[in-house]
């Protein structure tokens, strides 16, 4: 049976979800399939973000760090990410970009685990996972060690291993890891294991598990706005002992005691260097509250099912399918391998529809089910299909290479 438009609308009508589209500011006539890069803006957002300006920057000034809670903030809005990544209280916190998040956290993995000199991380992990560890590696002389795609992770792993970092969701393909057993087989080789989340948290259920460490971005699926900061987590049983190498003042023990010696704070505040981003934290945790209300199982069916709708769509154009063709093995995205990728994804930002392009040839479409609808797919594939279908992606336009992401 074919799909039609008006089928389409009848499931926006039956979508548990349908509520929380109202909760977004997105423009008329938009098909947004980029929230797995930056999410959208949620309107309480707006009101939040003016009311720490205003009312607590504006009026009560430095007192705010006190009277508005600023100075919890990293601690307070880590509990409740905490939440959506299976991590008790106490083991998340937020603030800086997910790369300075990694490198704390790999560090005080790779001093967890004295006499180990080798990190293990993917050689088609998202760059700045890599980029992070490189930097380390190259300044405390560590090895690295690529582990590709298609390998077993239990054959790169040998007893020099000290630390393994993954990627849950590939950001190209979408493919998603099994962290449960991934985690199983680098404990097994004595070694440690950090999980980047920036593509499963909020688009699918995690549980960090037996993970050591784990981080993420709160720009993509939960929509926490542009440089929104990252968080950090830290398994309780390292809690103690975890000391990251970029030591600074809201990481230390008492930071109103001005002491000329570092000494770690107890529990995850220990992982902080410097003065958060209280604007950007603002922004966050209005989002956040989004969340308290959302079945994440829900937000994973509807994911399935959008994706699974636009392969079923996009199926007449005999496009290279690069995500896992089985639901279960994929994240919240939509990826094709096609030569001419970028003009294709240029066209279709020129009609309306914002995806994105990977380099080499990876055409990316993001799928945030609190505000993307079943009609925004069956428009979104009907759009792509005009564009291939009449070629209007050959238009001189589209072949400049003009866009940075
Ligand atoms: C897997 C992954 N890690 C890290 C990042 C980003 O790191 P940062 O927040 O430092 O820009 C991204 C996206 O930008 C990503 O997709
Ligand atoms: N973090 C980004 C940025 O600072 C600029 C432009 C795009 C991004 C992204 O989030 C890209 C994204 N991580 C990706 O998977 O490609």
């Given at each position: 049976?074919s799909?039609?438009?008006?089928?389409?609308?009848?499931l926006?009508?039956?979508?548990?979800?349908?509520?929380?589209?109202?909760?977004?500011?997105?423009?008329?006539n938009?098909?947004?399939?980029?929230?797995?890069?930056?999410?959208a803006?949620?309107?309480?957002?707006?009101?939040?973000?003016?009311?720490?300006?205003?009312?607590e920057?504006?009026?009560?000034?430095?007192?705010s760090?006190?009277?508005?809670?600023?100075?919890?903030?990293?601690?307070?809005?880590?509990?409740?990410?905490?939440?959506?990544?299976g991590?008790?209280?106490?083991?998340?916190?937020?603030?800086?970009?997910?790369?300075?998040?990694?490198f704390?956290?790999?560090?005080?993995?790779?001093?967890?685990?004295?006499?180990?000199?080798?990190?293990?991380?993917?050689?088609?992990?998202?760059?700045?996972?890599?980029?992070?560890?490189?930097g380390?590696?190259?300044?405390?002389?560590?090895n690295?060690r690529?582990?590709?795609?298609?390998?077993?992770?239990?054959?790169?792993?040998?007893?020099?291993?000290?630390?393994?970092?993954?990627?849950?969701?590939?950001?190209r393909?979408?493919?998603?890891?099994?962290?449960?057993?991934?985690t199983?087989?680098?404990?097994?080789?004595?070694a440690?294991?950090?999980?980047?989340?920036?593509?499963?948290?909020?688009?699918?259920?995690?549980?960090?598990?037996?993970?050591?460490?784990?981080?993420?971005?709160?720009?993509?699926?939960?929509?926490?706005?542009?440089?929104?900061?990252?968080?950090?987590?830290?398994?309780?049983?390292?809690?103690?002992?975890?000391?990251?190498?970029?030591?600074?003042?809201?990481?230390?023990?008492?930071?109103?005691?001005?002491?000329a010696d570092?000494?770690?704070?107890?529990?995850?505040?220990?992982?902080?260097?410097?003065?958060?981003?209280?604007?950007?934290?603002?922004?966050?945790?209005?989002?956040?509250?989004?969340?308290?209300?959302?079945?994440?199982?829900?937000?994973?069916?509807?994911?399935?099912?959008?994706?699974?709708?636009?392969?079923?769509?996009?199926?007449?154009?005999?496009?290279d399918?690069?995500?896992?063709?089985?639901?279960?093995?994929?994240?919240?995205?939509?990826?094709?391998?096609?030569?001419?990728?970028?003009?294709?994804?240029?066209?279709?930002?020129?009609?309306?529809?914002?995806?994105?392009?990977?380099?080499?040839d990876?055409?990316?479409f993001?799928?945030?089910?609190?505000?993307?609808?079943?009609?925004?797919?069956?428009?979104a594939?009907?759009?792509?299909?005009?564009?291939?279908?009449?070629?209007?992606?050959?238009?001189?336009?589209?072949?400049?290479?003009?866009?940075v992401?």
């Open positions: 049976m799909i039609t438009r008006a089928g389409c609308a009848a926006d009508s039956a979508d548990p979800l349908r509520g929380f589209r109202a909760e977004f500011v997105l423009p008329e938009v098909v947004y399939m980029l929230g797995n890069s930056l999410g803006l949620p309107r309480r957002t707006i009101e939040a973000v003016s009311h720490t300006v205003t009312a920057w504006g009026r009560d000034l430095g007192q760090w006190n009277t508005a809670g600023w100075w919890d903030l990293p601690e307070v809005i880590g509990d409740r990410i905490g939440n959506l990544i991590a008790g209280p106490g083991t998340v916190l937020t603030g800086e970009s997910t790369s300075v998040s990694i704390k956290v790999m560090s005080a993995a790779v001093r967890l685990r004295p006499g180990r000199r080798t990190v293990v991380v993917e050689s088609e992990g998202f760059p700045t996972d890599r980029y992070a560890v490189q380390l590696a190259a300044g405390f002389d560590l690295v690529d582990f590709g795609p298609e390998g077993s992770l239990a054959d790169s792993l040998d007893d020099d291993v000290a630390v393994v970092l993954l990627s849950h969701v590939d950001y393909t979408g493919a998603l890891r099994d962290m449960a057993a991934d199983a087989a680098a404990h097994a080789a004595g440690l294991v950090i999980w980047d989340l920036c593509h499963s948290a909020g688009a699918l259920p995690v549980e960090v598990g037996a993970a050591d460490f784990a981080v993420g971005c709160t720009y993509k699926y939960l929509n926490g706005g542009p440089g929104a900061p990252s968080y950090l987590y830290c398994a309780p049983a390292h809690l103690a002992e975890a000391e990251p190498v970029l030591c600074g003042w809201h990481g230390h023990a008492a930071p109103f005691a001005f002491e570092y000494r770690p704070a107890t529990g995850v505040r220990r992982f902080g260097a410097g003065t958060p981003p209280i604007l950007s934290m603002s922004a966050l945790g209005a989002s956040l509250e989004l969340w308290d209300k959302v079945d994440i199982r829900s937000v994973r069916a509807k994911s399935v099912a959008l994706t699974e709708l636009f392969i079923a769509l996009t199926e007449p154009l005999g496009l399918l690069a995500t896992p063709r089985d639901p279960a093995g994929r994240g919240s995205q939509i990826s094709f391998r096609h030569e001419h990728g970028y003009p294709i994804m240029r066209a279709l930002l020129d009609h309306g529809v914002h995806g994105d392009f990977r380099a080499p990876i055409m990316r993001g799928f945030t089910p609190l505000f993307l609808r079943y009609v925004d797919v069956y428009d594939a009907d759009t792509l299909a005009e564009i291939i279908g009449k070629g209007i992606w050959q238009d001189e336009r589209y072949q400049r290479r003009v866009t992401t």
